[in-house]
């Protein structure tokens, strides 16, 4: 195993770490110059496998308003030499040659773990099939923190495909590291929260509640976690129009300080009439991705902040 400071899984970070890290977020939102050149030394490159707009362009920038360089491969399933068979493996030990970390997408499950196992230089997870979307999960607690000022004590809904939702997955595993968490499960049958995450929020002592429909939420809930339902991971044809629609007449039973969220692309899982409600912050949400990325870069890529947060 490689001792390259990676960040694979959102179960790397411990609580105390991650707040510190939002306090860095907010610093470079406030004071951005001053840290405009954390990685004038340094080439990172995307490599995605899978389509992406806000991490990849996120992430793009961050690397950029830090003074990076960046080597990019956009859809590389088709413009690698993936495409002519060059396993996982083999692909990570030609790139880490050219460049000083990676931030990788890919299809496969786990994909991100077995790059950070043998790579010489730093592998970022940006997404790997339906197992976790660690940065997502940074942004999603960075943006409830924002707006609530506290990560404990908290109730969320999250809504739609829980089963495949990496996003879902990482921000369940996030909330792990907070005290007296309710979580409420909205979904179909066929796309609950999977068992393999039963033995955690029994270890983690979070309240979870599955839920058919959004009339079971309670209407002072904290958080509204909406999601899509990632059609490209299921073939469950007959239930894709089954989805738990936000209206404006829906968000409006809610309580004033309620917050609803979504990672995106959204489809028709919140009505755009939505989008002028103040409690919808999903377009904030997805600015916070760049903040939070450049803090992770500068934690990553530098060595007196990587004294205060030690990623293993």
């Not at 409690?279 to 450049?294: D, H, P, T």
């Amino acid at each position: 195993m490689s001792t390259v400071k990676s960040f694979v899984s959102g179960s790397q970070f411990e609580r105390s770490k991650l707040l510190t890290l939002f306090t860095l977020a907010d610093d470079i939102k406030e004071h951005p110059k001053s840290y405009s050149n954390i990685l004038s030394s340094k080439i990172i490159t995307t490599l995605f496998f899978e389509p992406s707009t806000r991490t990849r362009l996120s992430f793009e920038s961050a690397i950029q308003r830090l003074g990076g360089h960046l080597l990019t491969v956009e859809n590389g399933e088709l413009n690698s030499s993936s495409n002519k068979g060059e396993s996982i493996a083999d692909t990570i030990r030609i790139v880490e040659g050219y460049s000083d970390g990676i931030i990788m997408r890919h299809k496969q499950t786990e994909a991100c773990q077995i790059a950070a196992s043998i790579s010489e230089v730093p592998i970022i997870n940006a997404g790997d099939g339906s197992g976790e979307h660690p940065t997502q999960s940074l942004l999603d607690l960075y943006t409830i923190h924002s707006y609530k000022k506290k990560l404990d004590n908290l109730s969320i809904a999250i809504i739609g495909d829980l089963k495949y939702g990496r996003t879902v997955h990482s921000l369940v595993h996030a909330l792990c590291l907070f005290e007296n968490i309710t979580i409420y499960g909205v979904s179909n049958e066929e796309f609950e929260l999977p068992t393999t995450y039963d033995s955690l929020l029994l270890k983690h002592k979070i309240k979870y509640i599955k839920c058919r429909s959004l009339d079971e939420l309670p209407l002072d809930i904290d958080v509204i976690y909406q999601t899509r339902l990632q059609n490209e991971r299921t073939e469950a044809e007959s239930i894709r129009d089954s989805i738990f629609v936000i209206t404006k007449k829906i968000i409006e039973k809610f309580s004033p300080t309620t917050i609803l969220m979504h990672p995106l692309p959204r489809n028709k899982e919140i009505d755009v009439a939505v989008d002028k409600d103040k409690r919808a912050v999903y377009f904030e949400q997805a600015k916070n991705g760049l903040y939070i990325r450049m803090a992770l870069l500068t934690y990553i890529f530098n060595e007196e902040e990587q004294e205060r947060l030690v990623i293993v």
